[in-house]
């Protein structure tokens, strides 16, 4: 206790002074890590035409996404044991040394790798910017500065896929790694510069058997999700294979988590009834959100003929919204402390905004979808912060770092299972609908890629609005997943315990932040 209160006391000393321009550069950071893949999304097609090695090209994304999902419960532990500032700062230059490298690579083997160095750095990006803002500003000030974190968000995904294809064509692939390197560096700078949290001199070891069987259990999870219905069938050898290694390494980790002396993620955070519900709503948001920043560009591409080239802008609706909302539920949770009506409005929107998204057809107008992409992202807006404003206000201030890379990771995993069986549904649907209207043979040839506007008005009227009946459809099939899934998000939103936030109460007698660094009061036992 008396670590926790000595933990808490630094925080607030530093506060006052530069939390502004710290806040400024961990904003920084995260837009590093959001952006980059946002940016490279449309940059693929000229690096593929430049290095060769097309039936490679999913592992330039997939090695990034690995690398971070893996690192990121390591990062989280490594910044509690060691301190948070020299983590961060040693995940901001392996990041910025794996962005040159990327630039730097003569074919695809040597991109693959080298993204998987970026993809280690990000997983400390992003669980460095949660932990600090949480070893810095108390959760009942945490709420001011939600709206920050939504922009950066929204930020990335409207920004990357214009910015990605400006440089591209203007300065060529290669920028849209260099470009990481004056923002990383600006970063580097002010953290070094204006960040001072209490030094951290741990005595237990890194649980390396954790750290690996961790490491396995993710990698499978995420191949799996990556694979399964497009590399290799669902029933194949090799996802069966995959699924079995994950579940064995999953029921090896929890064992071995149990006798380590420093567990990399230790069981006990989730002892606590509102992390535990948090985790699984955060997997839940993840799952949503990743789902429909995937299929609501496909659909107004291909059912409303939208242009692909500002694809970003066409989540605007939702952006704009969950940016407004995130900003709002922030300063009230600030002003009066109170949260849990938050998850449970969150929830409710996120199940009627993915349901009206099912509801989409063939007529349905720009201005209705985004309306509906609205109540979604009012939903998303609700969440998104809160999920981790409470994971973190419900552990003690040594596991902060832990805290922030398990909400992060179970957020990333659902993004993963969403992209995977909800794609799973839609290519599904869309091969079955083709195959009604125009016969199996004439729908694998219609059917077999994602078309365009463009390409879709150089079909025969019959083939084109077969492909925008059987989107329709697809989009119909995955966004009702998404609502059922959601659901379950809403009824365990009326279990969260609304424990008082650290730093909410007043002052002890003594002048100390007692109050800040008190013990969690929502375990399971209560």
Do not use: C
């Amino acid at each position: 206790m008396a670590e926790n209160i000595k933990e808490a006391a630094g925080a607030e000393e530093v506060k006052p002074r530069s939390v502004r321009v710290v806040l400024m550069a961990l904003m920084i950071a995260m837009l590093l890590a959001m952006l980059d893949n946002m940016i490279i999304g449309t940059a693929m097609p000229t690096i593929v035409g430049e290095l060769g090695g097309l039936e490679h090209l999913s592992w330039v994304v997939t090695a990034y996404t690995l690398a971070t999902a893996a690192s990121t419960p390591i990062w989280g532990k490594i910044g509690d044991m060691y301190g948070r500032k020299g983590s961060f700062l040693t995940s901001i230059i392996i990041f910025l040394v794996g962005s040159a490298l990327s630039g730097m690579a003569q074919d695809m083997g040597q991109l693959i790798g080298f993204r998987a160095v970026q993809g280690l750095g990000a997983g400390g990006l992003m669980v460095g910017v949660m932990a600090i803002i949480g070893d810095l500003i108390p959760p009942r000030e945490r709420g001011k500065y939600q709206g920050m974190m939504a922009g950066v968000m929204a930020l990335a995904m409207i920004g990357g896929p214009l910015v990605g294809g400006t440089i591209t064509d203007h300065m060529g692939w290669r920028w849209s790694f260099y470009i990481n390197l004056p923002l990383g560096a600006v970063a580097l700078a002010m953290v070094s510069a204006v960040l001072h949290l209490p030094k951290k001199k741990s005595q237990g070891k890194i649980d390396y058997i954790g750290a690996a069987l961790l490491t396995l259990a993710i990698t499978s999870t995420v191949l799996v999700t990556t694979w399964g219905g497009t590399e290799y069938a669902w029933g194949s050898a090799e996802i069966i294979g995959l699924i079995v290694v994950g579940v064995l390494s999953i029921a090896a980790f929890l064992y071995a988590e149990t006798k380590a002396a420093e567990p990399v993620m230790p069981l006990h955070i989730f002892r606590s009834r509102n992390f535990t519900l948090m985790s699984v709503i955060g997997f839940l948001v993840g799952f949503a959100m990743f789902g429909g920043v995937l299929y609501l560009p496909l659909f107004q591409q291909s059912v409303q003929g939208a242009s692909a080239t500002n694809s970003g802008l066409l989540l605007l609706p939702m952006l704009l919204s969950m940016m407004a909302v995130s900003l709002v539920a922030g300063r009230i949770t600030t002003s009066s402390g109170k949260y849990k009506v938050f998850p449970i409005a969150g929830g409710a929107l996120m199940v009627v905004g993915l349901f009206l998204l099912a509801t989409m057809d063939t007529g349905t107008t720009r201005l209705v979808s985004g309306l509906y992409m609205a109540v979604l992202g009012a939903g998303l807006g609700f969440l998104m912060q809160i999920t981790m404003l409470v994971a973190q206000n419900s552990v003690d201030m040594k596991d902060m770092g832990v805290a922030s890379s398990s909400a992060t990771l179970f957020r990333t995993l659902g993004g993963s299972f969403g992209v995977a069986l909800m794609g799973s549904l839609f290519t599904s649907r869309v091969t079955d609908t083709m195959s009604e209207r125009l016969g199996p043979q004439a729908a694998q040839s219609a059917g077999a890629a994602q078309l365009d506007a463009a390409s879709l008005a150089k079909l025969p009227e019959a083939v084109r609005d077969a492909y925008q009946h059987a989107v329709a459809a697809g989009t119909h099939s995955a966004f009702l997943l998404g609502a059922s899934v959601a659901v379950l998000g809403f009824v365990l939103a009326w279990f969260v315990k609304e424990v008082p936030l650290r730093g909410a109460g007043p002052a002890p007698a003594g002048g100390g932040p007692a109050k800040a660094a008190s013990a969690p009061a929502d375990s399971f036992a209560h």
